[in-house]
């Protein structure tokens, strides 16, 4: 089956370290994305990327980087330099970047700092 | 800058009772619109979208009319089912980016 896969489901990271999330696609799309989701709020864009080698900022993107060296995977690394990551983390992907593509998401990684 | 208002919830509906879900957008131009559902401990998934004025989406029952008048996008489902309890999200999107502008969500609890 066709699908995006997050893992982990829940890590714990103690403050000042860095974490490195994984987002894995089987579904031969060229754009992914990387959004962060809080209690009460809606989801809010971390970075994004269009092509293999290729990633853009998204609205929240200090303390996060991300790296696209192929075309399935897109992992995120939340950095010490975030101030507030305890949050649910998800990973999204669409056949392309227009708006009208349909993104399809990973079940998620929640992301406790203690 | 574009946002999108949902109405808060929680909201709480007997089985077959009529849900309205109301969404209200600003973007500059003519977005394309989307209603994503998230179920407990899961990510999203799309219900429905409409990409002009005056289309309607509709999936499982659930439909919404982009109103361009009235920048709207309310969300609407004739009877509910406990299978549909789930957080409901609003969203807008256009250009080329990708980017998508997500409601804070409306929670739906639907009881037995």
């Known amino acids: 089956d066709g699908g995006i896969t997050q893992s982990p489901k829940y890590l714990f990271r103690k403050e000042g370290q860095n974490v490195t999330l994984s987002c894995e696609q089987n579904l031969n799309h060229d754009a992914m994305y990387w959004y962060r989701q809080d209690p009460g709020q809606g989801l809010r864009l971390i970075y994004y990327?269009?092509?293999?080698?290729?990633?853009q900022k998204g609205d929240i993107a200090e303390g996060y980087s991300v790296s696209r060296e192929k075309k399935e995977s897109f992992p995120l690394t939340v950095t010490s330099a975030q101030k507030n990551p305890t949050a649910f983390y998800l990973c999204?992907?669409?056949?392309?970047?227009?708006?009208?593509?349909?993104?399809?998401f990973g079940p998620g990684t929640r992301l406790t700092v203690l | 800058g574009d946002s999108v208002t949902q109405m808060e919830g929680p909201v709480t509906l007997s089985e077959e009772a009529f849900l309205t879900i109301n969404c209200t957008y600003t973007a500059t131009g003519y977005p394309s619109l989307f209603w994503y559902v998230q179920y407990p401990g899961e990510g999203l998934q799309l219900l429905l979208k409409a990409t002009k004025a005056d289309d309607k989406g509709s999936n499982k029952g659930f439909e919404a009319t982009y109103r361009k008048e009235t920048t709207s996008f309310h969300l609407e489902k004739g009877s509910v089912q406990v299978s549909d309890s789930a957080v409901y999200f609003c969203a807008s999107g256009s250009g080329n980016t990708g980017k998508l502008i997500f409601g804070q969500g409306t929670t739906l609890q639907v009881k037995p």
């Open positions: 990327s269009q092509i293999v080698n290729d990633f």
């Open positions: 999204a992907s669409s056949v392309g970047l227009a708006v009208y593509n349909e993104q399809f």
